[in-house]
Antibody, heavy 123, light 108 residues
């Protein structure tokens, strides 16, 4: 069965960096786009970034553009989110999510989610 | 950016009743809309995509309808496990992919 396990969250000071990882199993990772979605405490869902199945295309929310970088290592079945210049408003649970559609038939819906990792940005 | 507005914010119903949740888009999203369910402390779960297609393993009591700017998620007869927060999400005009603010379905 599909399994997504995030790691790398924690408490970090404003302006510092953090890298999140998402280990994938139970499906052909290299055939699916992957997303990061975040949820601030007690708030709704916010899409953060997407990377295509082969890593050739990446898109970001305006709120993180220029500060966050999504990447993937297909041989290692792992998705990453490098977060630089962190701000208090980046405090959230970060979920990795699998794309519903396969390869070029991406649907931009999220059919499997990890359990999330909490990032807290505070001095 | 397409803004999705969900109503009501909170819906109080009893098990066995019918639930109707609404999602309105600030501009047409055609049929490119999904619904997710999220329970406390859990990740969201995909229920419906492309407005009316049930995701794998989703019970038939969940159905979606609508197109353009107005969409509805219907739960025909509420089970105890259906009380949760529900979000809509569009993929018509992106980036960004956007979500509604959520509807909390609570037990009356």
């Amino acid at each position: 069965q599909v399994q997504l396990v995030e790691s790398g969250g924690g408490v970090v000071q404003p302006g510092r960096s953090l890298r999140l990882s998402c280990a994938a199993s139970g499906f052909t990772f290299s055939s699916y786009g992957m997303h990061w979605v975040r949820q601030a405490p007690g708030k709704g869902l916010e899409w953060v970034a997407v990377i295509s199945f082969d890593g050739s295309n990446k898109y970001y929310a305006d709120s993180v553009k220029g500060r966050f970088t999504i990447s993937r290592d297909n041989p290692k079945n792992t998705l990453y989110l490098q977060m630089n210049s962190l701000r208090p408003e980046d405090t959230a649970v970060y979920y990795c999510a699998k794309e519903l559609g396969v390869k070029w038939a991406a649907e931009y819906y999220f059919d499997h989610w990890g359990q999330g990792t909490l990032v807290t940005v505070s001095s | 950016e397409i803004v999705l507005t969900q109503s009501p914010a909170t819906l109080s119903l009893s098990p066995g009743e019918r639930a109707t949740l609404s999602c309105r888009a600030s501009q047409s999203v055609s049929s490119y809309l999904a619904w997710y369910q999220q329970k406390p402390g859990q990740a969201p779960r995909l229920l419906i995509y492309d407005a009316s297609n049930r995701a794998t393993g989703i019970p038939a009591r969940f159905s979606g309808s609508g197109s353009g700017t107005d969409f509805t998620l219907t739960i025909s007869s509420l089970e105890p496990e259906d009380f949760a927060v529900y979000y809509c999400q569009q993929r018509s005009n992106w980036p960004p992919l956007t979500f509604g603010q959520g509807t909390r379905l609570e037990i009356k």
